[in-house]
């Protein structure tokens, strides 16, 4: 796979870490999550492909062993607000001394400074900072977070395992580490770009513009069962066969950019396709560039004909299904870990030996309550 041979350590957090090392671990690197020694469990719900060694960092020894892992592997990533790790005797000064090729991710909400580095918040908060959760929403309604998504994962998660792809791909030049501050408002807003630089297209109040279900032609309708429909014609000769579809002619009806037309052609389209069941509605606009969709449920997806052609989920050991990892490589493609999850410091012993602890060593730090060589389950 693309990353085999790369060692990451990631210290156990909520959503956007562990998601990052998930996409590491998925793509070949040797992922080992760390979590609290005597943990009842384990909070991370994307753990497939990982090991888990239980460390407690209130002692000292259990702060050694975290440094002797770091002095051997590619990448660390720390969840946690700016400076708690310089508290533990963990920064980038002491880790990067003992490994100067080691890439230090940090992965926080509001990033390592400025006045808000030290409040807490989540996705909401993040995003609301950014910019985008101001255009997030139907008209005269209040903003609506698109759940998670945008501030953990997309914002969160995957920009912090780009900013770790580039910085181990530099590193094969200067063959040094660096730290990234990877944070969630900075993320999200990056990945709004193209909205930063067509602000005009959302010049209108929220939900009264081309993209946000201003339009008629770009917008959610309900079935007769109770589903939904995507629509997406913007473009003239798509929104034409979308006409067909409803049967319509472009002749009778306002120009399709009449802005001042759009909520009654909203209306119009929603008594269209309330008239037939969601099948039906896929029956009339599969196949045709119309770009029209049904919106499919969770369970519904994995079963679509067009991603069960691609194999585009995949099915665990224990029946749950989760997606198949994407990008897809030709050569070297991704392969997501069809395993259970890892029980916390399931792993703890296995890693302490392959960095070079002692087995006397392993059984003192055991002792003191510094590791926890494992067999706690994890919360899945």
Known sequence: MALRGVKVVELAGLAP?????LILSDFGAKVTRVDKARA?????????????????????EGVDVLRRMCQKSDVLIEPFRAGV????????DVLMKDNPGLIYARMTGFGQSGPFSQMAGHDINYISLSGMLSILGR???????????????????LTCALGILMALFERTTSGKGQVIDANMVEGASYVGSFIWHTRFMFSHERGENLLDTGAHFYETYKTKDGKYMAVGALEP???AQLLEGLGLTNEDLPPQMDRDSWPSMKERFATIFSSKTQAEWCEVFDGTDACTTPILSMEE???HPHNTSRDSFLTNQDGGVQPRPAPVLSRTPGVGGVGPQPKVGQHTKEVMVETGFSEEEIQK????????????KSAL
């Open 17 to 21: 870490a562990p998601f990052c090392g």
């Open 40 to 60: 009842a469990m384990s909070m991370d719900m994307l753990g497939r492909g990982k090991r888990s060694v239980a460390l407690n960092l209130k002692q000292p």
């Open 85 to 92: 790790m310089e508290r533990l005797g963990l920064g980038p």
């Open 139 to 157: 008209k005269h309604e209040n903003p609506i977070p698109p759940t998670n998504l945008l501030g953990d994962f997309a914002g969160g998660g």
């Open 237 to 239: 000769q798509f929104y």
């Open 301 to 303: 997806a994995p079963n």
């Open 365 to 376: 730090l055991a002792e003191c309550g510094a590791v926890d060589l494992g067999g706690i």
